[in-house]
């Protein structure tokens, strides 16, 4: 990762790191989050949405498999995407300096989903992000929690590490994208849940 023009020095960054899992907590800033979920929630205000069968051909038990809104953003604000970049940059780069083998290996993160999760739903069925052809280049996956979320409902949960990620607002969770981080998002109960998510992707 390049270390040029970071938002914070990397070498004041502090995250916790277990399992592979990298944790920023506070580091994407209230102000930021609320207006990503201001921003989130215009788009999709303002979308034809139809929801009838979401996820019906990849999650063979349709919205018991998933059920979300997601988007991309830097299609709607670029000026926000760039921004969210010059952070993720920060705790992709002090990931790397942790892990050190990956500094061997060019890393690109630049599409930034926006997912918002209603009381219901969630990513319920276990997966790993570079299982598929089109996306084994993804080596990294990231998070941004935009919101807190009540204890016991929406964690990341990973399987072989017995592990669950409350989320809270301005977390920032790194992970790694293959088979040991298998993982599953669990069922949002009492209100919309907030993420911007995204991979590092190898490049040539």
Not at 30 to 52: G, M, W
Not at 164 to 190: D, E, S, W, Y
Request: net charge negative; aromatic share 12%; hydrophobic share 35%.
């Amino acid at each position: 990762m390049n270390d040029n023009n970071e938002v914070f020095p990397v070498d004041m960054m502090v995250g916790e790191f277990e399992d592979f899992i990298g944790i920023w907590k506070n580091f994407f800033p209230a102000q930021l989050c609320d207006e990503a979920i201001s921003k989130i929630d215009k788009i999709f205000e303002n979308s034809a949405i139809v929801d009838a069968e979401t996820g019906k051909k990849q999650f063979k038990h349709g919205k018991l498999g998933r059920h979300d809104f997601a988007c991309v953003l830097n299609d709607y604000d670029v000026r926000l995407s760039n921004t969210v970049n010059d952070y993720l940059k920060c705790c992709l780069t002090h990931y790397c300096r942790e892990y050190e083998q990956l500094l061997s290996v060019k890393l690109m993160s630049y599409a930034v989903k926006a997912q918002k999760t209603p009381p219901g739903g969630g990513y319920h069925e276990w997966h790993y992000e570079n299982a598929s052809y089109m996306s084994s280049n993804r080596e990294l996956v990231w998070t941004i929690y935009l919101n807190d979320m009540p204890e016991g409902e929406a964690e990341t949960e990973f399987l072989y590490q017995r592990r669950r990620i409350r989320p809270q607002r301005g977390m920032v969770c790194v992970f790694p994208a293959g088979l040991t981080h298998v993982h599953k998002g669990n069922t949002v109960f009492t209100q919309d849940k907030y993420i911007l998510t995204g991979w590092a992707h190898k490049v040539q």
